[in-house]
């Protein structure tokens, strides 16, 4: 009833192909924005702020990037971890030999050797495909963690091992490190994901996205037309991994605060991403949002919110709980709809432009 | 379409020879796909090749637009002569096909597909594509313009913005006819574009053939099964069996020659 397009007519080109051709669309991500700037930073506690809306946003980056890796251009990558990592040593590295440059510069800039890692391990790519491709880019994930350990020039030889991050400013607003407020790194989070995302769907729906679907869905018939298999690939890989490196660059210095990156990126972290993408809904930069919120936010809420509303929960039976209802939702989503909670949505809103009278 | 839409015109006059294959071999290990085949394609005329299943129609279209590397022959297109064809260069000479099994980004819109085949065409860089802004908007909406024109001209109005994968089988035919248009392709090799079509989809399709041919003047090698068709559509037509070339000529030399009707009904040896 209130969501048709009906009455809306486009009279040039520009219009019709905007991103947003619906003016419902328009209101409602409108009111997206409005919420994630204005409301969950007045309303929302220190707590939901770190512990549900950074992870959230930092996994939502990645997803996107491993979306316009596989879910665009049909590459399947279990490196994503790794690249993550290689952005994240990389603003390390840039913050410690540059400390008097603004930390958000290194952030993004670390997301360029990312790309550049990314391109690297994307050339087997013209070669193999699926599964192959997959094996592949685990030579990626595991060299790449051995040298996040092995090279203690990395960690500037700490002892340890670990990243510190000390604190940094925006406007004499302390952005990075143990001074910094949630919602400073919130916002900081926050605009870089708008961005980015923002970018994502620029490059999606133009030339450079057709050109990544159309090797994605049928190869020879690309490369016949004359699209550049390689190049479009390696494009794809080097997005993808520029997302994915600004993430990870996100998680350690924004997230975490610093910490044994070692750790956090490991395979699960690539397999997890992979998940997110898969549920959210491959080719779809609004599933990597559904699939971020699923896989990072769910079980932050069973576990924080049925004790709160009185089911009792603790330690290990919470964990292993979570672990079983988090696996079912995945089995349900998935037999509902194998094309990922985008589709999902999608089926929705044909449904609401019908609605109260499906006739 | 207006003329500005097929500006691309080779110095090539209609007659001339566009297309010639001198002495094609290819062969996968020991099967032997084509055998020392010859012939030519002039400017402006729809040449048909045809013979038995297995005879090496697809293959040979496969080498014409450098797919398949020919172990021998030579192929020279507008007046310059290849061992071998490049995919790329193929398309951006301006060679552009149709696949026998519908070769269609499946996941994409009519008009995405479409505009995919514009995309040698389109050069802004990436970054205004980053912002989908300036120059990248620009030319967006200038290719659009041409591709609405390639909708109108195929009658597909209708599914402009419905997944290709959801189309039936005759309309798919037709999109990827609309996408191989939208190269404007000085030759259009069209891999047996009535296959599965019923009487009146195949009726549509030939109008659409002839129609591509006359209004434009593209050249059009196409493979087909169905003889009518090809006698009614075709100025030559190349008769291959067992990779060999067994005829070549007009529709109604063909049809009379004993070795292609022995090739169809079979002779016993």
């Known amino acids: 009833m209130f969501y048709r397009e009906a009455g809306q007519f486009k009279t040039t080109y520009p219009s019709d192909m905007a991103i947003f051709p619906i003016a419902q669309d328009r209101i409602g991500i409108g009111i997206i924005l409005a919420m994630a700037f204005i409301f969950i930073p007045l309303f929302a506690s220190d707590f939901i702020m770190s512990s549900v809306m950074i992870p959230f946003l930092v996994f939502s980056l990645a997803a996107i990037g491993l979306n316009i890796l596989t879910g665009y251009t049909g590459l399947i990558s279990l490196g994503t971890g790794a690249f993550m990592g290689v952005g994240a040593y990389a603003c390390y590295k840039l913050m410690t030999i540059f400390p008097g440059v603004n930390i958000i510069v290194w952030i993004v800039t670390a997301g360029f050797f990312s790309a550049a890692v990314g391109i690297l391990f994307g050339i087997p790519s013209l070669r193999i495909k699926g599964f192959y491709l997959a094996v592949a880019t685990l030579a990626a994930q595991f060299f790449l963690q051995w040298c996040f350990v092995r090279i203690p020039w990395l960690y500037n030889y700490n002892a340890s091992g670990a990243i510190e991050v000390g604190t940094r400013t925006l406007f004499g607003i302390p952005i990075v490190g143990p001074n910094a407020t949630p919602e400073a790194r919130y916002y900081v989070l926050l605009c870089i994901v708008v961005v980015l995302t923002w970018i994502a769907s620029n490059l999606v729906h133009g030339r450079i996205g057709r050109s990544w679907m159309a090797v994605r869905d049928m190869d020879i018939a690309a490369e016949l037309m004359g699209i550049k298999l390689l190049d479009t690939k390696l494009l794809a890989f080097a997005v993808s991994s520029f997302y994915a490196g600004v993430a990870g660059a996100c998680m350690m210095f924004l997230w975490y605060g610093g910490g044994e990156a070692s750790d956090a990126f490991n395979i699960n972290q690539s397999f997890l991403i992979l998940f997110m993408v898969i549920i959210g809904g491959l080719g779809s930069l609004i599933g990597s949002f559904f699939g971020a919120a699923f896989i990072s936010i769910l079980p932050t809420i069973l576990k924080f919110g049925l004790p709160a509303i009185g089911v009792p929960l603790s330690g290990a039976t919470a964990e292993h709980l979570i672990h079983i209802t988090v696996g079912g939702l995945i089995i349900f989503f998935l037999i509902v709809e194998p094309h990922g909670l985008a589709r999902l949505w999608q089926i929705g809103k044909q449904k609401l432009r019908m609605w109260p009278f499906p006739y | ?269």
């Open chain 2, 1 to 269: 379409m207006d003329a500005s839409v097929h500006h691309k015109t080779s110095t090539l006059a209609k007659g001339d020879t566009l297309l010639a294959v001198d002495n094609v071999s290819l062969a996968f290990g020991g099967v032997k796909a084509i055998t020392d085949v010859s012939f030519d394609i002039k400017k402006g005329e729809i040449r048909a090749i045809i013979g038995p299943n297995g005879a090496g129609k697809t293959s040979m279209l496969n080498v014409i637009n450098g797919f398949y590397h020919p172990q021998q022959g030579r192929i020279t297109f507008k007046g310059e002569t290849r061992q071998k064809m490049r995919p790329y260069v193929a398309a951006s000479q301006g060679i552009a096909r149709t696949f026998q099994n519908v070769a269609l980004f499946k996941g994409m819109t009519t008009l995405d597909n479409i505009m995919a085949g514009r995309s040698l065409k389109m050069n802004s860089n990436l970054f205004w594509q980053l912002w989908r802004h300036g120059p990248a908007m620009r030319e967006e909406v200038e290719h659009r313009r041409v591709v609405e024109e390639i909708i109108d001209f195929l009658e597909i109005q209708a599914i402009r913005k419905t997944p290709v994968g959801k189309l039936p089988y005759g309309l798919q035919k037709r999109v990827e006819l609309g996408r191989a248009l939208a190269m404007e392709p000085e030759l259009l090799l069209l891999d047996e574009p009535m296959a599965g079509m019923n009487l009146e989809e195949k009726e549509d399709m030939s109008r659409f053939i002839v129609d591509v041919n006359t209004q434009y003047g593209t050249t059009i090698a196409l493979i087909e099964h169905d003889i009518g068709v090809v006698m009614d559509l075709s100025d030559r037509v190349v008769v291959l069996e067992y990779g060999r070339k067994i005829a070549d000529g007009t529709p109604d030399h063909v049809k009379n020659d004993q070795t292609v009707i022995d090739a169809y009904l079979g002779v016993p040896h």
